[in-house]
């Protein structure tokens, strides 16, 4: 089945504790990135990437970093979490490009107090 | 001005009715638009592509007006299930970002 996995789903940490999410696709997409979702803002865009070793800042890139050493995995780090970086995070990855249709997963609820 | 914006809503509708919701955009100059569908919290899900000659699948249109840079999405005989917000897409000009509306939520009741 076609999907896209992120772990874990509900987060509760602390400020300045790294934490990584997880992110896998199994559609051989070149095309991933994270997105968070907040009340009144809609999904803001983090990082995203076109391919292995290819990565780039989305719109709110601040208090994040990402890798990408394999095509199926694009992981999340958050190196000194804040509070402010609660929120619904949302991996996604489609084909090639913005272009192409994106396949989320089923999102992470972060909370760090 | 920002980018994607769309009217939040919510819109109540009755079973059977007919609704319309429009999306203005800007800086793009992308040949492809999206519409997805988010239900209550979960993954935003591919509803419709949206190209020049606009598009329509069962009952739901969506239109792309490049000179007002705006699209619509339509949906037909409304469904208790079409309860959801719509999220309008927008690729970003001479990027590979994506920029999503707030959305636009919906709510059909018997």
């Known amino acids: 089945e076609a999907q896209v996995t992120q772990n874990p789903r509900y987060l509760i940490t602390v400020t300045g504790k790294k934490l990584t999410v997880t992110c896998s696709q199994n559609?051989?997409?070149?095309?991933m990135s994270w997105y968070r979702q907040d009340p009144g803002l809609g999904l803001r865009q983090i990082y995203y990437?076109?391919?292995?070793?290819?990565?780039d800042k989305g719109d709110v890139p601040e208090g994040y970093k990402v890798s990408r050493k394999e095509k199926r995995n694009f992981p999340l780090i958050l190196e000194s979490p804040s509070p402010n970086q609660t929120s619904l995070y949302f991996c996604?990855?489609?084909?090639?490009?913005?272009?192409?249709?994106?396949?989320f997963g089923p999102g992470t609820r972060l909370t760090v107090l | 001005r920002k980018e994607v914006e769309q009217d939040p809503g919510p819109f109540n509708v009755p079973e059977g009715a007919t609704v319309a919701f429009n999306c203005t955009y800007s800086n793009s100059a992308s040949q492809s638009f999206f519409w997805y569908r988010q239900d209550c919290r979960k993954e935003p899900k591919l509803l419709m592509s949206?190209?020049?000659s606009g598009n329509e699948d069962g009952r739901f249109t969506a239109q792309l007006n490049r000179a007002s840079q705006y699209i619509s999405l339509l949906i037909r005989d409304s469904k208790l299930s079409d309860s959801a917000t719509y999220l309008c897409?927008?690729?970003?000009?001479?990027?590979?970002?994506?920029?999503f509306g707030t959305g636009t939520r919906l709510q059909v009741f018997p």
């Open positions: 897409v927008v690729p970003r000009r001479n990027t590979d970002k994506l920029i």
């Open positions: 949206v190209y020049s």
């Open positions: 996604a990855s489609g084909g090639a490009g913005a272009g192409d249709t994106q396949y």
């Open positions: 559609m051989n997409h070149e095309y």
């Open positions: 990437s076109m391919n292995v070793e290819v990565t």
